[in-house]
């Protein structure tokens, strides 16, 4: 068989097969395919998200073309670098970041609903940031990340103490609990802007935008870089951890230290993103899962490819939300929460 | 059962001491006025702890677990959609436009209508796990809000502030007219759920037993979906969201009630809200002199205890 058709047989078997469905997680993983077409597969998809990016740099209220470009047209280049780049360079690191975390929160607690938004994370990011505007109002855009970190550290913490608590319940009751617990703390906050009279204020805030996106104001995203390569290197370890203490012990392994090193590139990812463009719901729990479906689940191979599929999937996502009300623009928070939303209830409806 | 008899003895004196004082409180010289004002608060609460109660020991009965509300199922984010989207098209004009007998209506039939689209959605796939039904109620709520949430970014300051009222319950300002519909329709509910109590029995003894003990399991689940749909829908329509007082009422009944037989447990329960939120009210109202409503307080002490569930300091 030609690679062209094994890769379809594959993608086939993949969908048909209940093993891979979503929500059962089965250890090893079984994606056997050669080094070669690997790296073939990755240069696609890089190839794919370059195209977006580029879509995404000439598309904009302003009419910028590929022409002033190469005219050197400086009123419109300062433009590019101002606005544009900054904007598709966060947008690509955002993607990467948020669906990373969703994977590594997947493997370690062993469940494929798992993610930023089902764990209460991104609610406890924004507790973070309310907290340090009401503390000290003038905060620096540093402290604000400072305390959303601290905020969304504890907040996973707390998760992972009650997953174990209920480990060998059903799939779906994870989730189910994860997304109580964001409730209350988004309770406590709602409470907090309430006495403050700055509800529809923090709504605006938190509602994940990239708009707003200027040269000299994101550079904070870059703080997610370092957790994601960190990620890469812990891969296969947070794997072993998800199977539960004792085994990775057995294993050798530092359970502690591996899963607070988990933790802290998720919560460093989570609340610079939320602090950058707000809240981006759902998009760590699709693409993780998507790509388990297409590629299976050795995820020091499909890595890559949860990395390149987020980026352009906000990619993507952003573009449309430019185009859709042009000359006005539909958050992405929103977008992406709709999409999402979407596909997860599918995801859920297709489960067995 | 003599403990189960002074323990109902207990609650009802508790009940009616909290209404009695609730209602006596510092009348003060337009008594008239003031006790008919406090005894629409009073029924109001009434319906809503009754609602809340049979709803929620119902609910966890039928999912098997001790920390879930029905009122997380998207309930709550279509009564919120619902306002912000009226408040969206008709702006200051909302209270013109629309009457609060129209707009309760309007609420309970989209909330039920939200309901009886999930439960068919669900089994008409075939699937009858009640944690998959739960799970995507609340993904469709979380849909839901982030769609009202962008239209509230939109909406002008000034008309966001009739939907920031719409965000809490609260017991102020309630229309009659709806007291004595919400009413009918409660008791006509709750007269059908009490006389189904028995099969409540035996569905918690878990799904195979309940069908080897002859109970068409998942008609009667469905039976209850619906009831559980009407009265929550009720409660929410009239008073506005209160997501997590349901965990702390049916948890304090189980502690102080230990018997299985839910006719017992529900009607105690019922008693449980109804103090709890009288005496709240009570105590927030004339002794601390807060402004913020019972119950925001309530949710948040029902939250807090959720985290004490769940932490495993005690077992689920």
Redesign the interface.
């Known amino acids: 068989m030609s690679s062209r058709f094994s890769f379809i047989y594959k993608f086939k078997h993949a969908t048909k097969n209940p093993a891979r469905i979503p929500g059962l997680l089965y250890a090893g993983g079984e994606l056997v395919i050669g080094k070669l077409q690997q790296h073939r597969r990755e240069l696609g998809l890089s190839l794919i998200l370059l195209i977006c990016s580029l879509i995404s740099l000439f598309v904009g209220v302003a009419d910028i073309s590929i022409f002033d470009i190469i005219n050197q047209n400086t009123e419109k280049l300062r433009l590019v670098f101002i606005s544009r780049i900054p904007r598709t360079v966060s947008l690509i690191i955002a993607g990467v970041g948020l669906s990373i975390s969703g994977l590594i929160m997947q493997q370690m607690t062993q469940n494929k609903f798992v993610s930023p938004t089902t764990a209460g994370s991104l609610d406890a990011a924004k507790m973070g940031i309310l907290a340090s505007i009401i503390l000290i109002p003038a905060s620096s855009m540093l402290v604000k990340a400072l305390f959303a970190f601290a905020f969304t550290f504890l907040a996973s913490l707390i998760f992972l103490k009650m997953v174990e608590s209920i480990r060998y319940r059903n799939v779906i009751f994870v989730p189910l609990v994860g997304l109580m617990f964001g409730g209350i703390l988004s309770s406590i906050s709602t409470f907090a802007a309430v006495n403050l009279n700055i509800v529809q204020q923090m709504n605006a805030w938190m509602m994940g935008d990239f708009s707003g996106i200027l040269e000299g104001r994101y550079e904070l995203i870059y703080v997610s870089l370092p957790a994601t390569i960190l990620t890469y290197l812990y891969a296969n370890k947070f794997t072993v951890v998800g199977m539960g203490q004792d085994f990775a012990k057995n294993l050798g392994l530092n359970y502690r230290a591996v899963m607070n090193i988990g933790l802290f590139c998720v919560s460093l990812t989570v609340s610079a993103v939320m602090i950058i463009a707000g809240s981006i719901s759902f998009l760590g729990l699709v693409v993780p899962n998507i790509v388990s479906i297409i590629y299976g689940d050795n995820i020091k191979k499909t890595l890559p490819f949860v990395a390149l599929f987020g980026s352009t999937f906000l990619v993507i996502c952003d573009i449309i939300g430019r185009l859709v009300i042009f000359p006005y623009e539909i958050p992405i928070g929103m977008m992406v929460g709709v999409i999402g939303g979407v596909i997860f209830l599918i995801l859920l409806l297709r489960q067995r | 059962m003599r403990h189960h008899r002074n323990i109902f003895v207990l609650l009802a004196i508790g009940l009616l001491g909290a209404v009695a004082l609730f209602m006596s409180y510092d009348l003060g010289r337009g008594w008239e006025y003031a006790l008919g004002l406090r005894s629409v608060k009073v029924s109001a609460m009434a319906i809503v702890a009754c609602c809340v109660a049979y709803s929620s020991v119902t609910f966890q009965t039928l999912t098997n677990?001790r920390?879930?509300t029905p009122s997380?199922m998207g309930f709550e984010s279509v009564y919120m959609l619902l306002q912000t989207v009226i408040v969206y098209i008709y702006g200051d004009q909302t209270f013109k436009v629309l009457n609060s007998f129209d707009n309760f209506m309007l609420s309970v039939v989209c909330m039920i209508g939200f309901a009886f689209m999930l439960y068919i959605l669900i089994y008409r796939?075939g699937?009858d796990?009640i944690?998959?039904l739960?799970?995507?109620g609340?993904?469709?709520g979380?849909?839901f809000h982030?769609?009202s949430?962008?239209m509230?970014?939109i909406?002008d300051?000034n008309d966001?502030f009739i939907i920031?009222g719409k965000?809490?319950a609260s017991f102020s300002n309630i229309n009659k007219d709806l007291l004595g519909y919400s009413a009918v329709i409660m008791v006509v509910t709750l007269i059908i759920g009490f006389r189904l109590t028995k099969y409540l029995d035996v569905i918690s003894l878990g799904r195979d037993q309940a069908i080897s003990l002859g109970i068409n399991y998942q008609r009667m689940v469905q039976i209850f979906l619906v009831i559980i749909a009407i009265l929550v829908s009720i409660s929410t329509a009239l008073i506005g969201p209160i997501?997590?007082l349901g965990i702390m009422v049916t948890n304090l009944t189980y502690e102080l009630l230990k018997t299985y037989r839910h006719s017992l447990t529900i009607a105690a329960c019922c008693l449980v809200t109804a103090i709890l939120i009288i005496g709240g009210q009570f105590l927030t109202e004339h002794l601390f002199h807060l402004s913020?409503p019972i119950t925001?307080i309530i949710?948040?002490v029902g939250?807090?205890y959720?985290?004490y569930l769940?932490?495993?300091l005690k077992k689920?």
Do not use: D, E, H, R
């Open positions: 677990n920390i879930l997380i796939k699937k796990n944690y998959l739960v799970l995507i609340l993904v469709l979380i849909l982030s769609l949430s962008f509230q970014l909406i300051p966001f920031q965000m809490f997501t997590f913020t925001t949710n948040l939250g807090a959720f985290l769940l932490l495993g689920i």
